[in-house]
């Protein structure tokens, strides 16, 4: 499983998406620290937690995971790595664990840059840890938010440009969710605002921003009776993603060579 994992990996470095990936987590830090000079660091670090990631880290893994997926049939590899053998099973899985790893290094690549940042600008560096945990974790949620639309471009298997347009409508129709209040004032349970991804993730983000002036306040405090605590945010996630890798694995199971 390591050999795999390595060979996509160096087959993901000879693409250009890969550069542009990770230089695209300074976009955000250094255009959040233009605007943001006189915030406070748990600010800054907001901006990799939801512009970075729901803006650039989203659709980006979804056309790496094309990339990925459509490579051995772009190449017509497949054939020879079955012949390894090479499950399909372990393909899927280790083809999903560099969109992870890629995912986690793209917010620590961010968590890193707006840091320095802050110690140029003299602002002060409160509770690091929990600030690094919280961009980890929404790492992994972005992760597990793009694998519904993963799945979709595994299944259609057409093309790039389809996979672009499921990543446009995918990405529009989420993000546009979060400014519903209707969407966003569920309470847990079988509802958009708990099972749609880029809502549930901002229901548990809002939670750890502190609000600024009346206005910011009085909307803290009538959305903290909706907001999500860490575990459940995990767990509904984490199942959804497990469900659809299931949906994945069937899938490339039942194409032929």
């Excluded at 099973?89 to 961010?110: E, H, M, N, P």
């Excluded at 502190?210 to 945010?233: D, L, M, N």
């Excluded at 509904?236 to 299931?246: F, R």
Aim: hydrophobic content about 55%; some cysteine.
């Amino acid at each position: 499983m390591l050999n795999l994992v390595l060979v996509e990996f160096m087959k993901f470095k000879r693409k250009r998406i890969f550069s542009f990936g990770m230089l695209a987590a300074f976009i955000f830090p250094l255009f959040n620290a233009a605007l943001l000079s006189e915030s406070n660091f748990a600010s800054i670090q907001s901006g990799v937690r939801e512009d970075n990631a729901f803006l650039l880290l989203m659709p980006m893994l979804i056309i790496i995971a094309s990339n990925l997926f459509f490579i051995e049939q772009d190449n017509n590899t497949l054939k020879n790595l079955l012949c390894i053998p090479v499950s399909r099973r372990d393909l899927v899985l280790v083809k999903l664990l560099v969109l992870l790893i890629f995912s986690i290094a793209f917010q620590i690549t961010g968590f890193f840059v707006c840091t320095i940042i802050a110690v140029f600008q003299d602002i002060p560096i409160i509770r690091p840890m929990f600030q690094f945990f919280l961009t980890i974790s929404t790492g992994i949620f972005m992760w597990a938010a793009a694998l519904p639309c993963v799945a979709l471009v595994v299944w259609f298997n057409k093309s790039y440009i389809l996979s672009i347009i499921i990543v446009f409508f995918y990405t529009l129709v989420n993000y546009a969710m979060h400014f519903s209040d209707t969407v966003m004032m569920q309470p847990i349970g079988i509802n958009l605002g708990t099972m749609m991804p880029v809502p549930l993730i901002f229901r548990w983000l809002y939670q750890f921003y502190t609000p600024i002036g009346e206005i910011q306040t009085a909307f803290y405090k009538q959305f903290s009776h909706y907001f999500v605590p860490t575990y459940v945010c995990f767990l509904v996630l984490l199942l959804e993603a497990t469900i659809c890798i299931y949906f994945m694995i069937v899938i490339y199971r039942s194409r032929e060579n």
